[in-house]
């Protein structure tokens, strides 16, 4: 332990504020820990925070937790106020916004002797860095997936496709569920989700964005918009306002959560904490299918989230000791287990992997995550407007949905949209 944290008072301030903020339990000299999640995951990640509280007296340290859909605003509101906690939690674009205007700290200082940079392999600790400095330290490695309802597969009487489909025939198999069951799409609208259009990229070895500016002309959006138009026509995709009824984590109006969607691609970390708790439904996942030949299907990892520290914290030390704590510690480890996906660090892979209490679904994510992973395309760089295009991809396949517009015209507003956006960011 750093000796200037030794020096600190013995308070201890362990709290699980989760929903929201904790102002009013706050201490000077507490290092205020803000992360997102489900309420599960909130719950876990609280009481991984209070088992550090009550082993590491000397170290205050006060929980704030947001729920997913509520976090990036609140985050934002709170850095342009002054009154960001001391570690919180970013995703891939956050670290290429903030470490690039100095909301966060660069955390090189600090190792080895608070974090244990020793712990990652230097593939996965990579995944924090911008410019080559370290600016997140990864919580979970997730990796895309197709999450599918096992149970509504069973009730049709149908067998999942062969390994190594394409798109099409993907379609073609969600088409055979919705007139098996006209009540039954058979997957979510992928069109809304930038990701799944940056794997298709990735699966032609290219990128979205690259010198600062769009990598992909309008007529790649356009085919993109346009074959899930065709999906949602023949119900192998859910209709435009169920689609669009779904938020960016709000997990209880997800297509195959309400029993509407059979597949749905998602992060393997989504599955269990964000998805399986809400049905009684046995859910699993296998690979994503592959855009035309489906040589590779694009799948890259990304830290399911990282930790990063306020560039403006008074108590670096303390703060840097708490994060390397949480991410990088077995008796961490051991009490988040796999609510974020496999651990980002060897050490507490190792004792997440030990645990008795491993079900079903643990044993398929990481038997999925380890073979994902070892034919992965490295991660395509981060943006600083990847939240921003985030939304309009959402909101052109929206408006192609509801006939608002045409591929064409939703794909120019895109990347029209889109290249302004990166030039402002």
């Known amino acids: ?9 013995a308070a201890v301030l362990g709290t699980l504020a989760a929903f929201g903020g904790s102002k009013a339990l706050a201490q000077s000299d507490a290092v205020r820990f803000a992360i997102n999640g489900s309420a599960d995951k909130l719950r876990i990640r609280g009481e991984s925070v209070s088992l550090f509280a009550e082993t590491h007296p000397q170290i205050p340290v006060v929980f704030e937790g947001t729920p997913s859909a509520a976090y ?30 100095g909301v966060i700290k660069p955390l090189d200082e600090f190792v080895p002797d608070i974090i244990h940079a020793d712990r990652y392999a230097s593939s996965v600790l990579d995944l924090g860095r911008i410019d080559g400095k370290l600016y997140g330290l990864p919580i979970a490695v997730s990796t895309q997936c197709m999450g599918y309802n096992q149970t509504a597969l069973e009730k049709l009487g149908m067998e999942l496709p062969a390994a190594g489909f394409t798109y099409e025939s993907f ?7 919705h007139e098996a069951d006209n009540s039954l799409y058979g997957c979510q609208d992928g069109g809304a989700f930038l990701w799944d259009f940056i794997r298709k990229l990735r699966s032609e070895d290219r990128v979205l964005v690259e010198n600062n500016k769009l990598a992909v002309s309008v007529e790649d959006v356009a085919e993109w918009l346009n074959f899930w138009e065709e999906m949602r026509k023949t119900g192998a995709a859910v209709p435009a306002d169920v689609q669009a009824a779904y938020g960016f984590g709000e997990w209880t109006n997800a297509p195959m959560v309400q029993g509407k969607a059979l597949f749905a691609t998602m992060f393997t970390q989504d599955l269990k904490s964000g998805m399986q708790a809400l049905t009684e439904d ?12 489906a040589q590779n299907n694009g799948c890259y990892p990304l830290p399911s ?31 988040l287990g796999l609510i974020s996906g496999p651990p980002a660090s060897n050490t507490q892979l190792a004792a997440v992997k030990e ?7 643990d044993r398929n994510v990481l038997d999925y995550t380890e073979t994902a992973l070892a034919t992965a395309k490295p991660a395509p760089p981060a ?43």
């Open 72 to 101: 990036p605003d609140k985050m934002i509101a709170m850095i342009a106020g002054g009154d960001a906690p001391d570690v919180f939690a970013t995703g891939p674009a956050d670290l290429a916004q903030y470490g690039t205007r």
């Open 355 to 361: 645990l008795p209490t491993l079900d079903r679904l």
């Open 383 to 425: 943006s600083r407007a990847e939240n921003v295009l985030r939304d309009l991809m959402k909101k052109v396949n929206e408006d192609v949905g509801f006939g608002r517009s045409s591929p064409q015209e939703a794909a120019e507003e895109f990347v029209n949209r889109g290249n302004s956006a990166i030039r402002r960011a």
């Open 171 to 177: 379609g073609e198999f969600c088409a055979e569920i």
């Open 282 to 293: 046995e859910l699993a996942m296998m690979a994503p299918p592959g855009w035309g030949t």
């Open 1 to 9: 332990m750093p000796r200037r944290a030794l020096l600190k008072g």
């Open 305 to 335: 989230s990282s930790l990063s520290m306020n560039a403006a914290s008074k108590l670096q030390d303390d703060a840097a000791f708490v994060m390397d704590w949480f991410c990088t510690s077995p008796e961490s480890g051991q009490v």
